[in-house]
């Protein structure tokens, strides 16, 4: 069986009961870094088990040897460095090709960082579009350009390196609509949370303060 396992993004309190559970009972773990998922383990003093690093799938050869563990009837649990599996993580391959081969398949829920930011961010959240990461090169400027006609919510992650020219970037694309609300979420769950809302007009000088430290979650208001 394969469980996929949430963990924090953050704060080590919001591990649920399930996830300790299931870390504890399976007999390995496919994460993304051992090193994160072995802290991890030694955090909720769960005993040291076998870690896969699923980075290493991209030969292909690794991602079919842990089929054909969990076709022998292994119990392997899928974590990700923080939150859930697959969500702008790697996860998709190995559940891809479980789900195929019809192999069991349990999922254990927790916390996902745009999850965490749309709820804390006041903006009407009954539909809304996540974007992940937005495109570093190719296609950023036309998917920043249609935001323009979005009316749904839109939710999307940005790392420390990039926030402040992402930031510079949305006031230019969003400059025909001044008043759209953005909500900034920083650090979620951690010591140092922040959740600044502003509009694409105060944008700029947001962009200019923002503390340059930490993970980013962003979030517009529909048009
Ligand atoms: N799988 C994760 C999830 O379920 O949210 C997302 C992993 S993605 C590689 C990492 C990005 O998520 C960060 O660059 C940041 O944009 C966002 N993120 C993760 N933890 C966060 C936090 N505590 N506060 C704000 N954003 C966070």
């Known amino acids: 069986m394969l469980s996929i396992v949430s963990t924090p993004i953050g704060n080590l309190g919001d591990i649920t009961l399930r996830a300790i559970e299931t870390l504890k009972n399976c007999s390995a773990i496919v994460c993304e870094d051992t090193r994160v998922t072995g802290n991890l383990l030694k955090q909720l003093h769960i005993e040291k088990k076998p870690l896969t690093s699923i980075t290493s799938y991209s030969s292909g050869h690794h991602l079919e040897e842990t089929i054909e563990r969990l076709k022998r009837g292994e119990h392997l649990a899928l974590t990700s460095d923080a939150g859930t599996p697959g969500i702008s993580d790697p996860g998709y391959a190995l559940v891809s090709r479980a789900r195929a081969e019809g192999i069991g398949i349990e999922v254990v829920p927790g916390p996902a ?30 998917l920043l350009a249609s935001l323009e006609n979005e009316e749904r919510t839109i939710v999307f992650y940005e790392s420390v390196h990039r926030i402040e020219k992402t930031l510079q970037e949305l006031a230019e694309a969003l400059q025909g609509q001044p008043d759209r ?43």
Do not use: C, N, Q, W
Request: aromatic fraction near 6%.
């Open 113 to 142: 960082a745009f999850l965490a930011g749309l709820s804390a961010s006041g903006l009407p959240i009954h539909h809304f579009v996540y974007l992940g990461f937005l495109p570093l090169k190719k296609g950023r400027k036309t």
């Open 181 to 223: 609300p953005v909500v900034i979420a920083r650090e979620l769950t951690k010591m140092h949370e922040e959740v600044i809302s502003t509009t694409v007009a105060g944008l700029p000088d947001i962009a200019a303060s923002v503390m340059k430290k930490g993970e980013f979650v962003i979030v517009i208001g529909a048009r």
